[in-house]
């Protein structure tokens, strides 16, 4: 019996995206963006700056990621600081030498989201975002 795991869609969706982003920022010559990074970096695109909230995003411990940002500060793709209103938080940015990276991974993934779009249809895009519009931590 063959069942459609919408978890397993959800996983090859997600793997879609970054391939397709890794194929795009190798193409540009951005070769050493594992798909970890390219996660933490999606999530400071999408405006978040915390790194205990990125990695509750990604399932992942507190102290992995602080190792994986010491990692990407050290390829200075990324700032990490104290929190100037909690000192036990850390505050993660964009290094300014990222700017050309944020850039091309910023129009890499508007053209894949175009190219779904494309691919199935305004209407489904539109329903697609709205259902993944949720507080997924209220579930």
């Known amino acids: 019996m063959s069942t459609n795991l919408l978890m397993l869609d959800l996983v090859k969706a997600i793997y879609w995206f970054d391939e397709s982003l890794q194929q795009g ?3 540009r010559g951005w070769n050493d963006v594992t798909r970890a990074q390219s996660l ?10 915390r790194s205990a909230r ?4 990604l399932g992942v411990s507190r102290q992995a990621m602080s190792q994986m940002l010491a990692e990407m500060a050290a390829k200075d793709l990324v700032c990490v600081a104290d929190d100037p209103s909690d000192r036990r938080a850390r505050i993660v940015t964009f290094s300014p030498s990222s700017a050309a990276l944020r850039e091309d991974a910023g129009a890499i993934l508007h053209a894949l989201e175009e190219r779904l779009e494309r691919h199935i249809g305004k ?6 975002r709205a259902a993944m519009a949720i ?3 209220s579930v």
Do not use: H, P
Not at 40 to 49: C, I, Y
């Open 135 to 137: 507080d997924w931590r």
């Open 123 to 128: 209407a489904k895009m539109k329903a697609v």
């Open 40 to 49: 933490v970096l999606a999530n400071l695109a999408n405006g978040e700056s």
């Open 25 to 27: 920022l190798r193409s």
């Open 54 to 57: 990125i990695a509750e995003n």
